[in-house]
Nanobody
Framework: QVQLVESGGGLVQPGGSLRLSCLASGLTLDNYTIGWVRQAPGKEREGVSCIGSTDSVTYYPDAVKGRFFISRDNAKNTVYLQMNSLKPEDTAVYYC??????????????????WGKGTLVTVSS
């Protein structure tokens, strides 16, 4: 059974940093494109980063570019999202998602085959 488990969320002040982790079981992570998608209360899902399987190409939308950094440790079957210079508008539940196909993760906010249950990030003073 495939499971993706996010951790690392919490309350942080504006300007602070958090590192989210996504631990996979039941699949070999290095065969998959992995992405992070967030959803704020009352808003639609928004993709915030993704990383390819074979060449680890990364993608970030303008809203987080230069502040968020995705990485993977295949030996630990874990993907990380380092979030710096956090803003109140980054407050959301953050989900990790996995799929064989890049476009299902990086081109869609709902197309991936596997999803975690999310971790809440709250940016507030």
């Amino acid at each position: 059974q495939v499971q993706l488990v996010e951790s690392g969320g919490g309350l942080v002040q504006p300007g602070g940093s958090l590192r989210l982790s996504c631990l996979a079981s039941g699949l070999t992570l290095d065969n998959y494109t992995i992405g992070w998608v967030r959803q704020a209360p009352g808003k639609e899902r928004e993709g915030v980063s993704c990383i390819g399987s074979t060449d680890s190409v990364t993608y970030y939308p303008d809203a987080v570019k230069g502040r968020f950094f995705i990485s993977r440790d295949n030996a630990k079957n874990t993907v990380y999202l380092q979030m710096n210079s956090l803003k109140p508008e980054d407050t959301a539940v953050y989900y990790c998602a996995a799929d064989y196909l890049w476009e299902r993760v990086c081109g869609s906010t709902s197309g991936a085959s596997y999803w975690g249950k999310g971790t809440l990030v709250t940016v507030s003073s």
